[in-house]
């Protein structure tokens, strides 16, 4: 016979003076603190010159969402993840100036944080 047992769950409070509310599968959401929610491109670094092949660009990020990925104000890209890292493979990489983004957003697309802009050159 089959013994069920109640289980008490001890709610705690998360103190931010803003909260973003994540969705990690549809049926729960996880509210982080804003302040600990950041995306930051890793490589390449801001002012760096790349070569016109390929290139995996790595993207650190906070637990809580997907990373997109930009590049000159183009449309966003989802990046994959791996490794505790996300990333973008880029590939044809056009010859110039160049205006990196990152972003994460929630499984209903709304934005939660967004990177600094890097500016690379490929030559």
Known sequence: MAVT???AVKKTAVKASKK???GVAPELKVTVPEETTYVVI????NGDVLI???YAVRIGASWGGIVEFQV??????????????WWFDWHNIPLGKHKLAARMVDNNGKVLKKSAVRRI???
């Open 42 to 45: 890793d490589h390449p670094a």
């Open 121 to 123: 050159e490929v030559k």
């Open 20 to 22: 973003a509310e994540v």
């Open 72 to 85: 000159d104000d183009a449309e966003w890209i989802p990046c994959r993840h791996n490794a505790g890292y």
């Open 52 to 54: 016109p092949s390929h």
């Open 5 to 7: 047992k109640k289980v």
